[in-house]
């Protein structure tokens, strides 16, 4: 798996995770043997389309997929925060998701910012009030101090007069403004990884700016690690360190940032950077497609996922079995059968 | 280009909305959804109206369509008998032939299609509605017009939940096509689409657009996709077009400072970019309480005294580049170079 020249261990690491679903109409294969690791102060973005498995693997790691999902096997290693009795690493995937030590990780360690910030927050308490309450269930602190902590980090995420907003409701606040909070919000216990779950897709391009620019402050500040979840190429180039290109539930392809831009080796990233509409290209030309569209979960073509759309596809091997995720090159990992036997 | 037909003139375009308080329902106030909007379409080309949440880009789309009627403002169009009508003051009688002429394809594949229907009743609605045809015509246009978007005629009989995004939108599509229209507004018609579907469909919408001769008035928040599509681009803001010029023009010289800011706030999706853009400070102004003076001058980094008291008016400070700014003569603006 990647080994890059990181000094430090990493953070979390994830091991070969399969998250299914049990609807009564069969199996769906969410994640299906994810693997990757985050290191400290960095930020690894998970990219794909939809149905791709980018949003339940984060749920995995928060241990918050509902039922009928499961996680069916796998390891989500977290090199816990020393102090407190705590230490050592934590195997995720073996903590029940309602113990009191997974909800201490659970924003404590590891905070969560959603996609939609208006269903995120609850439309009868003030935006004070959640901050609050998530500030007093992790910290040993008053409703007094919790306020001010509160106030304290709406004024971090540059929100303007938090000592006004703070007694607001989700609805008094624009889009960009809720999306500060929510940020607020998933740091105000100071966690050491922050998830990020599409956290601009409902936003405008100019606020967006304004909200990636907050998170790379913040991260430099904070000394943050970020997991940024998006099926916006743009804001990953933008953003990651590292990344992730998952389709259909399994990593494709993973590598250092500009190793996935410059030179992607698995035909679907090749495909999918091409596919999109560039601000640099010349206006009315055809654009290059990729052929027939993501396939409904339950009709999982069988051997690779991606060999019905493949413009590379291999007759009687990508259909026939599924190729195991191997090292390129130092920390650039490729899974496809164009690189070498299963 | 210079002879071409203007299919759409708009001039003047207003739409308030009132605010209204109180048991009375007193109005205390108007949000300025639109505020004296001008610009034209030509005949065969792709036009977009571009801008961020609540620039009253869709309200003015919708103004063109008299999905709402308008508070002020002319909306010419040149229906195919070559005469100029006034959209906006039309009766509602005379509008049904003109409707014909103008159709709409929706942002959101998945709520836009009724479920309970087939793709026959959906794309023949149209023809139904209109009395085009008996029911064997309408069949033959039905799998003419899925054949046209890329679909198999032997769908017809399928219901929506059955097709991927992708494909509804082609549906959509279909539908619209259904009346052969001279003019299609199509508002954000991929921005709920995966990256890999969007290009099929963008592909889709300049064949036939070259096939059929259609005339696109192209609603969209998407710069790239701006970008891909367009012969010109008007860029709104609070409610006013600041700037209007053809695509290459705006995307490599802007000259007003808003469309500088918007273009350099797209990610590009090329580590080598990073970190060369300007955020802008503070939030989109309020249509129902605007600033003084031109409604960009708070977030403005090149604001002068002159922009927080006069309202700057559209001008043409070249043939065909139109712009709403004070200092559009003298400032030197970073585009997006190639």
């Given at each position: 798996m990647a080994t890059e020249s990181n000094t430090e261990p990493a953070i979390l690491s994830v091991r070969d995770l399969k998250t299914y679903f049990f609807p009564d109409e069969g199996t769906v294969r969410?994640?299906?043997?994810v693997s990757f690791d985050l290191y400290p102060k960095k930020t690894l973005g998970i990219v794909g389309e939809s149905g791709c498995g980018k949003s339940v693997t984060a749920r995995s790691i928060l241990r918050i997929v509902e039922r009928p999902g499961k996680i069916v096997s796998g390891q989500i290693l977290l090199q816990r925060k020393s102090g407190n009795g705590g230490g050592g690493v934590a195997d995720?995937?073996?903590?029940?998701?309602?113990s009191p030590e997974m909800r201490l990780i659970r924003g404590g360690e590891i905070g969560l910012v959603f996609q939609e910030p208006m269903t995120s927050f609850?439309?009868?308490?003030t935006i004070g009030n959640q901050i609050i309450e998530t500030v007093q269930l992790h910290m040993r602190v008053g409703p007094k101090e919790a306020r001010e902590r509160a106030i304290e980090m709406l004024r971090l995420v540059g929100i303007p007069k938090p000592e006004r907003r703070v007694d607001e409701y989700a609805f008094e606040l624009s889009g960009g403004l809720r999306q500060r909070a929510m940020i607020a919000m998933a740091l105000s216990c100071g966690p050491r990884i922050l998830i990020a779950d599409e956290p601009t897709t409902a936003l405008d391009v100019t606020t967006q700016a304004q909200i990636l620019d907050l998170m790379r402050q913040l991260q430099e500040q904070e000394g943050m690690t970020i997991i940024l979840i998006t099926h916006n190429l743009g804001v990953v180039a933008e953003m990651c360190d590292t990344v992730v290109v998952m389709y259909l539930g399994r990593v494709v392809e993973q590598g250092p940032v500009d190793a996935i831009f410059h030179a992607p080796k698995h035909p679907y990233t090749r495909a999918l950077l091409r596919s999109i509409p560039s601000i640099h290209a010349t206006t009315r030309t055809t654009l290059p497609t990729i052929a027939g569209s993501i396939p409904h979960p339950y009709n999982r073509p069988t051997g690779c996922p991606f060999h019905p759309r493949c413009p590379e596809v291999l007759r009687g091997v990508c259909d026939a079995g599924e190729p195991e995720l191997q090292s390129f090159a130092a920390g650039h990992d490729v899974s496809c059968f164009l690189y070498g036997k299963p | 280009m210079e002879s071409r037909v203007r299919l759409l003139e708009v001039k003047g375009l207003k739409k308030f909305f009132p605010i209204r308080r109180g048991i009375l329902q007193r109005e205390v106030g108007q949000v300025r959804a639109v505020d004296d909007v001008t610009f034209y379409v030509e005949k065969g080309e792709t036009l977009s109206l571009v801008g961020e949440s609540g620039c009253g880009k869709t309200t003015t789309s919708r103004c063109i369509l008299r999905a709402i009627k308008a508070t002020a403002g002319q909306i010419l169009f040149r229906p195919e008998d070559g005469s100029v009508v006034d959209v906006a003051t039309l009766p509602k009688a005379q509008l049904r032939p003109l409707r014909r002429q103008m159709q709409m394809i929706f942002q959101d594949p998945f709520s836009s299609l009724?479920?309970?229907?087939?793709l026959l009743d959906i794309v023949a609605e149209p023809l139904v509605a209109n009395r085009i045809g008996n029911r064997r015509d309408q069949l033959d246009r039905v799998a003419e017009l899925l054949r046209l978007v890329?679909?198999?005629?032997?769908?017809?009989?399928?219901?929506?939940?059955?097709?991927s995004g992708g494909q509804r939108q082609r549906i959509g599509i279909a539908r619209a096509l259904a009346l052969n229209p001279s003019l299609i507004v199509a508002d954000e018609p991929v921005s709920a689409l995966d990256v890999s579907v969007q290009a099929q469909i963008l592909n889709l919408m300049l064949a036939l657009q070259e096939r059929l001769g259609l005339t696109y008035l192209f609603v969209a928040h998407d710069l790239s996709v701006v970008k891909h599509v367009s012969d010109r681009v008007a860029v709104m803001y609070v409610g006013r077009l600041v700037e209007m010029t053809d695509t290459q023009r705006l995307f490599a010289t802007p000259r007003h400072p808003y469309t500088e800011a918007l273009l350099s706030a797209v990610p590009v999706p090329d580590p080598r970019w990073r970190s060369k853009r300007i955020v802008l400070e503070g939030e989109v102004a309020d249509p129902a309480n605007p600033p003084s003076g031109c409604y960009f001058h708070p977030r403005c980094r090149y604001a002068v005294e002159a922009c927080r008291t006069e309202t700057p008016q559209l001008a043409e400070i070249q043939p065909g580049h139109y712009v709403s700014c004070h200092r559009a003569g003298e400032l030197h603006l970073k585009g997006i170079v190639a």
């Amino acid at each position: 798996m990647a080994t890059e020249s990181n000094t430090e261990p990493a953070i979390l690491s994830v091991r070969d995770l399969k998250t299914y679903f049990f609807p009564d109409e069969g199996t769906v294969r969410a994640v299906d043997g994810v693997s990757f690791d985050l290191y400290p102060k960095k930020t690894l973005g998970i990219v794909g389309e939809s149905g791709c498995g980018k949003s339940v693997t984060a749920r995995s790691i928060l241990r918050i997929v509902e039922r009928p999902g499961k996680i069916v096997s796998g390891q989500i290693l977290l090199q816990r925060k020393s102090g407190n009795g705590g230490g050592g690493v934590a195997d995720l995937v073996r903590l029940d998701p309602s113990s009191p030590e997974m909800r201490l990780i659970r924003g404590g360690e590891i905070g969560l910012v959603f996609q939609e910030p208006m269903t995120s927050f609850s439309p009868v308490h003030t935006i004070g009030n959640q901050i609050i309450e998530t500030v007093q269930l992790h910290m040993r602190v008053g409703p007094k101090e919790a306020r001010e902590r509160a106030i304290e980090m709406l004024r971090l995420v540059g929100i303007p007069k938090p000592e006004r907003r703070v007694d607001e409701y989700a609805f008094e606040l624009s889009g960009g403004l809720r999306q500060r909070a929510m940020i607020a919000m998933a740091l105000s216990c100071g966690p050491r990884i922050l998830i990020a779950d599409e956290p601009t897709t409902a936003l405008d391009v100019t606020t967006q700016a304004q909200i990636l620019d907050l998170m790379r402050q913040l991260q430099e500040q904070e000394g943050m690690t970020i997991i940024l979840i998006t099926h916006n190429l743009g804001v990953v180039a933008e953003m990651c360190d590292t990344v992730v290109v998952m389709y259909l539930g399994r990593v494709v392809e993973q590598g250092p940032v500009d190793a996935i831009f410059h030179a992607p080796k698995h035909p679907y990233t090749r495909a999918l950077l091409r596919s999109i509409p560039s601000i640099h290209a010349t206006t009315r030309t055809t654009l290059p497609t990729i052929a027939g569209s993501i396939p409904h979960p339950y009709n999982r073509p069988t051997g690779c996922p991606f060999h019905p759309r493949c413009p590379e596809v291999l007759r009687g091997v990508c259909d026939a079995g599924e190729p195991e995720l191997q090292s390129f090159a130092a920390g650039h990992d490729v899974s496809c059968f164009l690189y070498g036997k299963p | 280009m210079e002879s071409r037909v203007r299919l759409l003139e708009v001039k003047g375009l207003k739409k308030f909305f009132p605010i209204r308080r109180g048991i009375l329902q007193r109005e205390v106030g108007q949000v300025r959804a639109v505020d004296d909007v001008t610009f034209y379409v030509e005949k065969g080309e792709t036009l977009s109206l571009v801008g961020e949440s609540g620039c009253g880009k869709t309200t003015t789309s919708r103004c063109i369509l008299r999905a709402i009627k308008a508070t002020a403002g002319q909306i010419l169009f040149r229906p195919e008998d070559g005469s100029v009508v006034d959209v906006a003051t039309l009766p509602k009688a005379q509008l049904r032939p003109l409707r014909r002429q103008m159709q709409m394809i929706f942002q959101d594949p998945f709520s836009s299609l009724n479920p309970r229907r087939t793709l026959l009743d959906i794309v023949a609605e149209p023809l139904v509605a209109n009395r085009i045809g008996n029911r064997r015509d309408q069949l033959d246009r039905v799998a003419e017009l899925l054949r046209l978007v890329g679909l198999r005629p032997e769908y017809m009989r399928r219901y929506p939940h059955a097709f991927s995004g992708g494909q509804r939108q082609r549906i959509g599509i279909a539908r619209a096509l259904a009346l052969n229209p001279s003019l299609i507004v199509a508002d954000e018609p991929v921005s709920a689409l995966d990256v890999s579907v969007q290009a099929q469909i963008l592909n889709l919408m300049l064949a036939l657009q070259e096939r059929l001769g259609l005339t696109y008035l192209f609603v969209a928040h998407d710069l790239s996709v701006v970008k891909h599509v367009s012969d010109r681009v008007a860029v709104m803001y609070v409610g006013r077009l600041v700037e209007m010029t053809d695509t290459q023009r705006l995307f490599a010289t802007p000259r007003h400072p808003y469309t500088e800011a918007l273009l350099s706030a797209v990610p590009v999706p090329d580590p080598r970019w990073r970190s060369k853009r300007i955020v802008l400070e503070g939030e989109v102004a309020d249509p129902a309480n605007p600033p003084s003076g031109c409604y960009f001058h708070p977030r403005c980094r090149y604001a002068v005294e002159a922009c927080r008291t006069e309202t700057p008016q559209l001008a043409e400070i070249q043939p065909g580049h139109y712009v709403s700014c004070h200092r559009a003569g003298e400032l030197h603006l970073k585009g997006i170079v190639a």
